[in-house]
T-cell receptor, first 111, second 113 residues
Framework: AQSVSQHNHHVILSEAASLELGCNYS??????LFWYVQYPGQHLQLLLK??????LVKGIKGFEAEFIKSKFSFNLRKPSVQWSDTAEYFC?????????FGSGTRLQVQP | DAGVTQSPTHLIKTRGQQVTLRCSPI?????VSWYQQVLGQGPQFIFQ???????GRGNFPDRFSARQFPNYSSELNVNALLLGDSALYLC????????????FGEGSRLTVL
Protein backbone atom coordinates (compact mmCIF):
# COMPACT_ATOMS: atom_id res chain seq x y z
CA ALA A 1 0.00 0.00 0.00
CA GLN A 2 1.22 3.46 -0.74
CA SER A 3 1.49 6.24 1.78
CA VAL A 4 2.28 9.93 1.63
CA SER A 5 3.70 12.28 4.22
CA GLN A 6 3.40 16.05 4.24
CA HIS A 7 5.84 17.46 6.73
CA ASN A 8 4.30 20.84 7.37
CA HIS A 9 0.81 20.97 8.81
CA HIS A 10 0.45 24.71 9.20
CA VAL A 11 2.66 27.32 7.60
CA ILE A 12 2.40 31.06 8.15
CA LEU A 13 4.24 33.38 5.79
CA SER A 14 4.30 37.03 4.96
CA GLU A 15 3.57 38.16 1.42
CA ALA A 16 6.57 37.92 -0.92
CA ALA A 17 8.18 35.20 1.18
CA SER A 18 9.29 32.02 -0.54
CA LEU A 19 7.41 28.77 -0.01
CA GLU A 20 8.47 25.16 0.03
CA LEU A 21 6.13 22.38 1.15
CA GLY A 22 7.54 18.93 1.61
CA CYS A 23 5.97 15.73 0.33
CA ASN A 24 7.37 12.21 0.55
CA TYR A 25 5.62 9.09 -0.64
CA SER A 26 6.21 5.39 -0.56
CA UNK A 27 5.16 3.10 -3.37
CA UNK A 28 6.95 0.27 -5.07
CA UNK A 29 5.70 0.87 -8.60
CA UNK A 30 5.22 3.71 -11.02
CA UNK A 31 3.24 6.61 -9.67
CA UNK A 32 1.93 9.83 -11.01
CA LEU A 33 2.20 12.77 -8.64
CA PHE A 34 -0.19 15.61 -8.04
CA TRP A 35 -0.56 18.69 -5.90
CA TYR A 36 -4.12 19.85 -5.33
CA VAL A 37 -5.19 23.08 -3.65
CA GLN A 38 -8.37 23.84 -1.74
CA TYR A 39 -9.09 27.55 -1.36
CA PRO A 40 -11.47 28.53 1.44
CA GLY A 41 -15.00 27.52 0.52
CA GLN A 42 -13.99 26.05 -2.81
CA HIS A 43 -13.52 22.59 -4.24
CA LEU A 44 -10.23 20.83 -4.77
CA GLN A 45 -8.37 22.12 -7.81
CA LEU A 46 -5.32 20.79 -9.58
CA LEU A 47 -2.19 22.83 -8.99
CA LEU A 48 0.24 20.73 -10.98
CA LYS A 49 1.04 17.15 -11.97
CA UNK A 50 3.96 14.93 -12.87
CA UNK A 51 3.65 11.86 -15.06
CA UNK A 52 7.08 11.51 -16.63
CA UNK A 53 9.86 13.48 -18.28
CA UNK A 54 11.31 16.70 -16.88
CA UNK A 55 11.27 16.31 -13.09
CA LEU A 56 10.68 20.03 -12.63
CA VAL A 57 7.05 20.77 -13.38
CA LYS A 58 5.28 24.09 -13.46
CA GLY A 59 1.70 24.63 -12.46
CA ILE A 60 -0.78 27.41 -12.17
CA LYS A 61 -0.23 30.68 -10.32
CA GLY A 62 3.57 30.44 -10.34
CA PHE A 63 3.82 27.16 -8.45
CA GLU A 64 6.35 24.50 -9.35
CA ALA A 65 7.37 21.13 -7.97
CA GLU A 66 10.41 18.93 -8.31
CA PHE A 67 10.25 15.14 -8.47
CA ILE A 68 13.31 13.50 -6.94
CA LYS A 69 12.97 9.79 -7.55
CA SER A 70 15.83 8.75 -5.28
CA LYS A 71 14.24 10.55 -2.35
CA PHE A 72 10.63 9.66 -3.18
CA SER A 73 9.87 13.34 -2.86
CA PHE A 74 7.71 15.83 -4.74
CA ASN A 75 8.14 19.17 -3.01
CA LEU A 76 6.07 22.20 -3.93
CA ARG A 77 7.67 25.62 -4.29
CA LYS A 78 6.76 29.20 -5.04
CA PRO A 79 9.32 32.03 -5.05
CA SER A 80 6.99 34.73 -3.77
CA VAL A 81 3.63 34.01 -2.15
CA GLN A 82 0.61 36.27 -2.25
CA TRP A 83 -2.26 36.72 0.20
CA SER A 84 -4.49 34.91 -2.32
CA ASP A 85 -2.38 31.75 -1.91
CA THR A 86 -3.96 31.21 1.50
CA ALA A 87 -5.39 27.70 1.17
CA GLU A 88 -4.88 24.07 2.04
CA TYR A 89 -2.43 22.13 -0.13
CA PHE A 90 -2.51 18.39 -0.67
CA CYS A 91 0.14 16.16 -2.16
CA UNK A 92 -1.32 13.06 -3.81
CA UNK A 93 0.47 10.22 -5.54
CA UNK A 94 -1.69 8.22 -7.93
CA UNK A 95 -1.53 4.51 -8.55
CA UNK A 96 -4.08 2.46 -10.52
CA UNK A 97 -6.22 5.56 -10.83
CA UNK A 98 -6.70 6.18 -7.12
CA UNK A 99 -5.18 9.17 -5.37
CA UNK A 100 -3.68 8.83 -1.91
CA PHE A 101 -3.85 12.23 -0.27
CA GLY A 102 -1.54 13.51 2.39
CA SER A 103 -2.96 15.13 5.51
CA GLY A 104 -2.58 18.55 3.93
CA THR A 105 -0.70 21.74 4.71
CA ARG A 106 -2.63 24.81 5.69
CA LEU A 107 -0.88 27.88 4.31
CA GLN A 108 -1.72 31.25 5.77
CA VAL A 109 -0.24 34.28 4.02
CA GLN A 110 -0.29 37.49 5.98
CA PRO A 111 -0.48 40.79 4.07
CA ASP B 1 -18.95 23.83 -19.29
CA ALA B 2 -20.48 22.29 -16.22
CA GLY B 3 -18.07 20.77 -13.78
CA VAL B 4 -18.71 17.82 -11.52
CA THR B 5 -22.04 18.28 -9.78
CA GLN B 6 -23.04 16.64 -6.53
CA SER B 7 -26.27 16.48 -4.58
CA PRO B 8 -27.33 17.11 -1.95
CA THR B 9 -24.83 19.69 -0.77
CA HIS B 10 -25.68 19.24 2.90
CA LEU B 11 -27.67 16.65 4.78
CA ILE B 12 -28.23 15.52 8.33
CA LYS B 13 -28.99 11.93 9.28
CA THR B 14 -29.22 9.98 12.50
CA ARG B 15 -27.28 6.89 13.45
CA GLY B 16 -28.54 3.73 11.79
CA GLN B 17 -30.10 5.51 8.83
CA GLN B 18 -29.08 5.12 5.22
CA VAL B 19 -27.94 7.82 2.80
CA THR B 20 -27.59 8.12 -0.97
CA LEU B 21 -25.32 10.71 -2.53
CA ARG B 22 -25.37 11.54 -6.21
CA CYS B 23 -22.78 12.71 -8.69
CA SER B 24 -22.81 13.82 -12.32
CA PRO B 25 -19.41 13.81 -14.01
CA ILE B 26 -18.09 16.29 -16.52
CA UNK B 27 -19.55 15.63 -19.94
CA UNK B 28 -17.41 13.09 -21.77
CA UNK B 29 -15.82 11.68 -18.62
CA UNK B 30 -16.38 7.98 -18.15
CA UNK B 31 -14.84 7.41 -14.76
CA VAL B 32 -16.17 8.48 -11.38
CA SER B 33 -14.40 8.17 -8.04
CA TRP B 34 -15.61 8.78 -4.51
CA TYR B 35 -13.56 10.13 -1.62
CA GLN B 36 -14.33 10.79 2.03
CA GLN B 37 -12.79 13.84 3.68
CA VAL B 38 -13.06 13.97 7.45
CA LEU B 39 -12.51 17.39 8.99
CA GLY B 40 -8.83 18.19 9.27
CA GLN B 41 -7.67 15.32 7.09
CA GLY B 42 -6.97 14.67 3.45
CA PRO B 43 -9.54 12.89 1.29
CA GLN B 44 -9.56 9.08 1.43
CA PHE B 45 -10.34 6.92 -1.57
CA ILE B 46 -13.57 4.91 -1.38
CA PHE B 47 -14.44 3.70 -4.91
CA GLN B 48 -13.62 4.14 -8.55
CA UNK B 49 -16.01 3.21 -11.36
CA UNK B 50 -15.39 3.09 -15.06
CA UNK B 51 -17.93 2.12 -17.68
CA UNK B 52 -20.32 0.99 -14.91
CA UNK B 53 -17.80 -1.42 -13.43
CA UNK B 54 -15.99 -1.10 -10.12
CA UNK B 55 -12.29 -0.62 -10.83
CA GLY B 56 -11.01 0.08 -7.36
CA ARG B 57 -12.09 0.02 -3.75
CA GLY B 58 -10.48 1.64 -0.73
CA ASN B 59 -10.37 0.40 2.83
CA PHE B 60 -14.01 1.01 3.75
CA PRO B 61 -16.55 -1.40 5.26
CA ASP B 62 -19.26 -3.12 3.25
CA ARG B 63 -21.76 -0.55 4.51
CA PHE B 64 -20.39 1.60 1.69
CA SER B 65 -21.51 0.76 -1.83
CA ALA B 66 -21.73 2.57 -5.13
CA ARG B 67 -22.83 2.18 -8.68
CA GLN B 68 -22.46 3.93 -11.99
CA PHE B 69 -25.25 4.35 -14.48
CA PRO B 70 -25.22 4.17 -18.32
CA ASN B 71 -25.05 7.98 -18.46
CA TYR B 72 -21.89 7.76 -16.26
CA SER B 73 -23.52 9.41 -13.25
CA SER B 74 -22.97 7.68 -9.96
CA GLU B 75 -24.48 7.09 -6.55
CA LEU B 76 -22.75 6.38 -3.27
CA ASN B 77 -24.79 4.58 -0.62
CA VAL B 78 -23.93 4.28 3.03
CA ASN B 79 -26.00 2.00 5.25
CA ALA B 80 -26.28 1.83 9.02
CA LEU B 81 -24.73 5.24 9.51
CA LEU B 82 -22.28 5.79 12.34
CA LEU B 83 -21.21 9.05 13.93
CA GLY B 84 -17.81 8.55 12.34
CA ASP B 85 -19.34 8.69 8.86
CA SER B 86 -19.78 12.44 9.30
CA ALA B 87 -17.61 13.92 6.56
CA LEU B 88 -17.45 15.69 3.24
CA TYR B 89 -18.00 13.18 0.45
CA LEU B 90 -16.26 14.15 -2.74
CA CYS B 91 -16.95 12.91 -6.21
CA UNK B 92 -14.29 13.18 -8.90
CA UNK B 93 -14.52 12.48 -12.59
CA UNK B 94 -11.87 11.67 -15.15
CA UNK B 95 -11.78 10.72 -18.80
CA UNK B 96 -10.59 7.21 -18.19
CA UNK B 97 -9.54 4.97 -15.38
CA UNK B 98 -5.89 4.57 -14.48
CA UNK B 99 -3.58 7.55 -14.77
CA UNK B 100 -4.93 11.02 -15.26
CA UNK B 101 -6.20 14.17 -13.66
CA UNK B 102 -9.26 13.96 -11.44
CA UNK B 103 -11.74 16.82 -11.40
CA PHE B 104 -13.53 17.25 -8.10
CA GLY B 105 -17.00 18.42 -7.22
CA GLU B 106 -17.84 20.63 -4.28
CA GLY B 107 -18.90 17.69 -2.18
CA SER B 108 -21.81 16.56 -0.07
CA ARG B 109 -21.44 17.34 3.61
CA LEU B 110 -22.99 14.60 5.72
CA THR B 111 -23.62 15.07 9.42
CA VAL B 112 -24.65 12.04 11.43
CA LEU B 113 -26.27 12.74 14.80
Amino acid sequence: AQSVSQHNHHVILSEAASLELGCNYSYGGTVNLFWYVQYPGQHLQLLLKYFSGDPLVKGIKGFEAEFIKSKFSFNLRKPSVQWSDTAEYFCAPQALGALTFGSGTRLQVQP
Amino acid sequence: DAGVTQSPTHLIKTRGQQVTLRCSPISGHKSVSWYQQVLGQGPQFIFQYYEKEERGRGNFPDRFSARQFPNYSSELNVNALLLGDSALYLCASSLYTGAGELFFGEGSRLTVL
